[in-house]
């Protein structure tokens, strides 16, 4: 089974891109972060003409998430059952047969010591307690999407310089490590133990071109899910196209 993740940054803008993509990798399931429109805007009947089902968690202008898929899914949730404050539509979950896949879209936080920030920080706690309330460590589970966190240096361009600031203070790896102390195993790092491998790079100061990036785009999975993986990979290709997403796909393959 091929799963992968991309933040499509509006699906509207960037619909042509996802179809091609879809056709030229025939993925099993696609999550999909940051589509940007409204469920009755969701562009449904492209997909369905790919021979797709979509389940879709959407807002006007920001945010939005979606799980697209060659089977329908047998179960899906669509935000948190234990909201605690009004969390903006950024987490979808869905099962297909005993596989969980979970996708995220975990907030930006804008700059440490913000209240966005502090916003970033509790949905992460509230992802952490979804794990802890609704799954077993024992299960065949994913979670994945844009973590808008690189966990460690080798993720990060230029560790000295990002120290600190958003997207790779030590807060937020700190949080973020608590998923995998909760039993999840970085995917990618099974196969690439080396630094210079990035899912996003800012439209600015051609960046991708110097490839200036972080990786902050993940699948993650349980450890008996995690063994039955047979690749992990980031395909850049559709960011070197016009009017690309500033994120890449991330992809994972498992023997299931």
């Known amino acids: 089974m ?61 945010n939005g998430v979606a799980i697209v898929s060659k089977t329908k899914p047998s179960a899906v949730q669509k935000g948190f059952k234990a909201e605690t404050e009004p969390f903006s539509r950024r987490f979808i979950e869905a099962r297909f047969g005993n ?4 996708n995220c879209y975990i ?6 010591g913000t209240d966005k920030y502090q916003y970033k920080l509790n949905w992460i706690s509230m992802l952490r307690q979804h794990l802890d309330q609704e799954h077993k460590k024992d299960e065949l589970l994913a979670i994945m999407g844009d973590f808008n966190v690189a966990p460690e240096p080798r993720d990060v361009y230029d560790p000295a310089e990002w120290e600190g600031q958003i997207l790779f203070s030590i807060p937020e790896r700190q949080a973020i490590h608590t998923l995998i102390d909760w039993g999840l195993i970085d995917t990618f790092r099974i196969f690439e133990k080396e630094g210079g491998h ?24 349980t450890t008996k899910l995690a063994q039955s993986c047979t ?22 393959e498992f023997n299931i």
């Open 2 to 62: 091929l799963i992968a993740s991309w933040n499509v940054n509006s699906i509207n803008v960037r619909l042509p891109q996802v179809l091609a993509w879809l056709e030229a990798n025939k993925v099993d399931i696609l999550s999909l972060q940051e589509t940007k429109t409204i469920d009755d805007k969701f562009p449904l009947s492209e997909f369905k003409n790919l021979g797709y089902h979509v389940e879709y968690f959407g807002e006007k202008t920001y």
């Open 99 to 102: 596989l969980h896949l979970l």
């Open 107 to 112: 907030p930006n936080g804008q700059a440490p």
């Open 198 to 221: 990035y899912s996003w790079w800012d439209y600015r100061q051609a960046s991708f071109r110097r490839n200036l990036g972080l990786r902050i785009d993940h699948i993650w999975a």
């Open 231 to 252: 690749r992990a990979a980031i395909d850049i290709e559709p960011r070197k196209l016009e009017r690309p997403s500033d994120h890449a796909p991330v992809i994972a």
